[in-house]
């Protein structure tokens, strides 16, 4: 007879025993069980780009997932558009085609009740709360000399803010839990000053500052808490005049787009060590599967860089 039973260790990490199975059976066994099988995640920023591929990486690992995304406009400073709720929507059917179970909440995470208040929806529609994936974030370029007040608080109040509104939102339901994984969205521009986008570069430093105080805090619940650093992604984010202009360190730019978008690649590019202008969004979602399981129980605190090795040029 088979026998498969779950338990914590001393440690308090997953822990499988397999009874009455033979030695081939049991590898069998325990290969196929996937990493985050039976946990509940909430990812921010879910409705596109990096929150999308991990989406889909939790559920194909075994996780239920509720995305949460403004779905519309964010900021009058932003050239990108904004997410819609039908992009939310459709990472909703690929969660389920993954074999996942999907919630949503549509909100702006400006908005600390408002997360609460999904928070508490969640836990009360799947049992707990596991993971947070606090990941939404928006970017914009403005030479610090000409910054209206928006240029500054929006990056920072939506970043920063959001990003600690999401923690505080969930965090207590990980306690609750007895332990959880908590992972956040740095970027490149959080290890270097960026011309143009000091106020993005702040709000990502300040996203690394904030994830170690919380993996100190936190980390007597059993709760670890760490920093992925995408580079740049190949999303609209990244794709679009602005972002291109300030590649080539030229905000005024006003040639033709595709010939100002091949400036840029080429640009970029030869900055990075793997020869690449964008990372795909599902090249950083390993990293934050693995920064979600029990592998990951004695990681916290840390900053996980995938950028295709831009991280090269940082300085520590």
């Not at 009874?19 to 879910?46: F, H, P, W």
């Not at 990096?50 to 239920?64: D, H, S």
């Not at 740095?186 to 994830?211: C, E, F, P, V």
């Not at 984010?237 to 080429?266: C, I």
């Amino acid at each position: 007879m088979v026998s498969v039973r779950v338990y914590a260790d001393e440690t308090g990490r997953q822990r499988i025993a397999a009874i009455g199975l033979d030695q081939a059976t049991r590898k069998d066994e325990l290969m196929s069980m996937k990493r985050l099988d039976g946990k509940v995640a909430v990812i921010t920023g879910a409705a596109r780009g990096i929150g999308r591929a991990t989406a889909v990486a939790f559920a194909k690992e075994g996780a239920a997932v509720v995305g949460i995304d403004i779905g519309g406009p964010v900021s009058a400073t932003l050239e990108v558009e904004p997410a819609t709720n039908d992009e939310l929507n459709e990472v909703g059917r690929l969660v389920e085609a993954a074999g996942g179970r999907w919630g949503a909440h549509r909100l702006d995470q400006r908005d600390l009740p408002a997360l609460r208040e999904a928070a508490a929806r969640t836990a009360e529609a799947f049992g707990k709360i596991d993971i947070l994936f606090a990941n939404a974030g928006i970017q914009s370029f403005k030479p610090i000399l000409e910054m209206e007040d928006a240029d500054w608080h929006d990056q920072i109040d939506v970043n920063l803010t959001g990003t600690c509104n999401a923690i505080r939102a969930v965090a207590p339901y990980l306690v609750k839990n007895g332990g959880g994984r908590i992972i956040v969205t740095s970027s490149t521009q959080g290890r270097h000053g960026t011309k143009y986008g000091a106020a993005y570069s702040a709000s990502k430093w300040g996203i690394i500052g904030l994830m170690k105080s919380a993996a100190l805090e936190l980390g007597e619940y059993g709760i670890t808490v760490n920093a992925v650093i995408p580079g740049l992604i190949d999303t609209p984010l990244t794709r679009h005049r602005q972002r291109y202009a300030q590649a080539v360190d030229d905000l005024a730019n006003t040639e033709a787009l595709d010939r100002l978008e091949e400036e840029a690649k080429e640009k970029l590019s030869a900055k990075s060590p793997l020869g690449v202008p964008w990372l795909p969004a599902d090249a950083i979602a390993p990293a934050v599967v693995f920064l979600a399981s029990d592998d990951a129980y004695m990681v916290s605190g840390a900053t996980y860089d995938v950028t295709g090795g831009d991280s090269a040029n940082n300085s520590a």
